[in-house]
C-alpha cells in the first residue's frame, strides 16, 4: 500500500512536470511561429524567392493520410542513412525497434511485424521548425494523456485497497473476537476437566473402599462357611448305622446359610457342547432344605 502510494506520488508530480513543460511549450512555439513567419518572408524576398528547405521523414499512422513525423534523433539518423544510400536501418522509438526498408519505404515493427508506408520530403525551414514543435508538442500531450491515464489507473488501485484494507480490517476484528469466544470456551473447558477430574479421584476412591470391603466380606464369608461345615456331622463309618432326617426351619441361621451358598455357585453354562453361547445362570428357589443327623453324633 505504502509502495502503491509513493508510485502514486511520484507519478503525479511527474503529470505536473510534463503539463508545466506542455504549457511553456506552446507559449514558445507561439512566439516562434511568429517569428518564423518573418524570417519566412525576408528569406523569400532576398534569395531569389525561394525558402531554404529540410528534410521531412513521416511514417503513416492511420490510413488514408494521416502521417506523422518522426521524432528528431529518429529523423536525423534516418537522413543520415538516406544520404549514405544505406538500404536498411533499424531505429528505437516508444519502446519498440522498427527496421526501415528504404527501397520499400517501409517501416516493420520486429516485434509485431507490423508494417507501416513511410515518406521523405523537403519542406521550407519556418514550415519545419513548425511541424517540429507541433510534434513534440503532440508527442508532449500525448504522454501527458498517458501519464493521466496511469494516474486514474493508480488512482483506482489506492481504492480498491483502501476497501480491500476496510474489508481485512473487519475481518481482523471477527477473527479477534472469535479467539475471544475460543478462549472463553476453552477456560470453561478447562473448569470442567477439574471438576470432572475430581470427580473421578473421588470416584476412583470408593472404588478402592468398596473392593476392600468386599474382600473383607469374602473373608468373612470363607470364615463363617467353616465354621458351619466344621459343625456338620462326619460321615458314618458304617453305612448300615442309623440316622435321623430333620428339616431346617426357615429362620434357622444355617438355612441362610446353605441357601445363599447354593444360589451364589450357579452359574451359566454353554448352549450346548462346543458352542460359543451362553446361557445365563438358573434361577433356583430354595423350598426345603434337610439336616441329616447320626445318632451318635446328635448325642455329642
Not at 36 to 59: D, I, K, M, P
Not at 156 to 172: N, T
Request: hydrophobic share 30%.
Amino acid at each position: 500500500m505504502r509502495r502503491v502510494r509513493s508510485s502514486n506520488t511520484a507519478l503525479q508530480k511527474k503529470l505536473d512536470d510534463k503539463t508545466r513543460m506542455l504549457e511553456q511549450e506552446q507559449e514558445f512555439n507561439a512566439a516562434l511561429v511568429d517569428g518564423l513567419r518573418q524570417v519566412g518572408t525576408r528569406t523569400c524576398s532576398e534569395a531569389s524567392g525561394r525558402y531554404e528547405t529540410v528534410a521531412c521523414w513521416e511514417y503513416l499512422e492511420r490510413e488514408p493520410d494521416s502521417w506523422r513525423r518522426y521524432l528528431p534523433d529518429a529523423e536525423q539518423s534516418l537522413e543520415e542513412a538516406h544520404w549514405g544510400k544505406l538500404p536498411e536501418l533499424t531505429i528505437i522509438g516508444s519502446g519498440f525497434r522498427y527496421l526501415i526498408n528504404f527501397s520499400a519505404r517501409t517501416q516493420t515493427n520486429v516485434e509485431t511485424r507490423k508494417k507501416r508506408t513511410i515518406c521523405r520530403r523537403e519542406i521550407p525551414l519556418h514550415a519545419d521548425a513548425t511541424l517540429k514543435m507541433t510534434t513534440e508538442t503532440e508527442h508532449l500531450r500525448g504522454e501527458n494523456q498517458h501519464l493521466n491515464s496511469v494516474l486514474r489507473k493508480k488512482t483506482e488501485e489506492i481504492q480498491e485497497l483502501d476497501k480491500e484494507v476496510h474489508s481485512k480490517a473487519r475481518h481482523i476484528d471477527d477473527l479477534h473476537w472469535s479467539v475471544q469466544c475460543l478462549h472463553e470456551s476453552a477456560r470453561k473447558t478447562d473448569q470442567q476437566y477439574a471438576k470432572l477430574h475430581s470427580e473421578h479421584a473421588a470416584l476412583k476412591n470408593y472404588i478402592h473402599e468398596s473392593d476392600k470391603l468386599q474382600s473383607e466380606l469374602e473373608q468373612d464369608r470363607r470364615r463363617y462357611c467353616k465354621i458351619l461345615l466344621s459343625q456338620l456331622p462326619p460321615k458314618p463309618l458304617d453305612e448300615s448305622a442309623r440316622h435321623v432326617c430333620r428339616s431346617l426351619s426357615v429362620e434357622d441361621p444355617k438355612y441362610a446359610f446353605l441357601s445363599r451358598q447354593l444360589q451364589s455357585s450357579i452359574v451359566g453354562h454353554r448352549l450346548r457342547l462346543g458352542s460359543d453361547l451362553w446361557c445365563d445362570p438358573a434361577r433356583v428357589s430354595v423350598t426345603r432344605i434337610e439336616e441329616l443327623v447320626h445318632p451318635e453324633s446328635a448325642a455329642l
